[in-house]
């Protein structure tokens, strides 16, 4: 007679078991992505901020080579939830970046992300005077 109560036991066990380990590969999956896309946008921000204090460059080539950089590198689903910025400070060139990286797990909500780059214009570095800059 035990035989019977056990009966169907280890299909509902692998249905709890499969639940806990479904949610925990998902879960790892989301934060690895979240990782990744938040790294993405760091090292886009620093690299437009170096473009953008590059010799004859402005904020402007900067906010656009970070925009572009996480465009390629993520898609326009994480590039249109994250927004960048730029301007001038004084001798820096400063890029924030404000938003919420998506998750692609149904109910969990975005990263939000609030990042800010900035890199000494070129101008300011030179010493003794900077060469002309080329015509073109």
Known sequence: MPRSRERGSAVVEFVLVAAVALTLALATAQFALFL???NVVMGALAEGARVGAAYGRGADAGERAAGTLVRQAVGGRVAGAVHVQGRAEGDLVVLHAVGELPSFVPGVP???????ASMH????LCTGGCPARPAG
């Open 36 to 38: 990744y896309e938040r």
């Open 110 to 116: 975005g990263l939000p992300v609030r990042m800010t």
């Open 121 to 124: 214009r070129e101008e300011r």
